[in-house]
């Protein structure tokens, strides 16, 4: 089990925490999505981003996503998720209904 801090570059949501512990996701490997993303999208939710990193497995692909949204210098990380296989380019991000279903009960989304 790993210790998640917010600190003054990071706000992480109980959201994200309880996603980030679901599908195995480190705090570093959540920021390292971040910051050096593969691809960018437009988060579902209003005002966030969605970024995504290629899965460490080779055999079997999967993709790592972080959603959040930026205030000020501070990014509020308000979702993470692994992705089993290659999502398409270009369309909405793949979001799991659970995760969906979670943001909308949090009013995150509409």
């Known amino acids: 089990?790993?210790?998640?801090?917010?600190?003054s570059k990071y706000h992480w949501t109980n959201h994200a925490i309880q996603k980030m512990v679901f599908y195995?996701?480190?705090?570093?490997?959540?920021?390292r999505a971040i910051r050096n993303p593969k691809r960018v999208e437009e988060g579902v939710a209003e005002n966030t981003i969605a970024v995504m990193t290629p899965g460490p497995n080779?055999?079997?692909p999967s993709e790592i996503w972080t959603m959040y949204q930026t205030?000020?210098?501070?990014?509020?990380i308000i979702s993470a998720w692994r992705y089993p296989g290659?999502?398409?380019?270009g369309k909405q991000i793949p979001i799991p209904a659970d995760i969906l279903e979670e943001l909308?009960?949090?009013g995150v989304i509409s």
């Open 1 to 7: 089990m790993f210790k998640v801090k917010n600190d």
């Open 24 to 31: 195995g996701l480190s705090p570093d490997r959540v920021k």
């Open 86 to 89: 290659v999502s398409p380019v």
């Open 104 to 106: 909308k009960n949090e």
């Open 58 to 60: 080779i055999k079997k």
């Open 71 to 76: 205030r000020g210098s501070k990014k509020i």
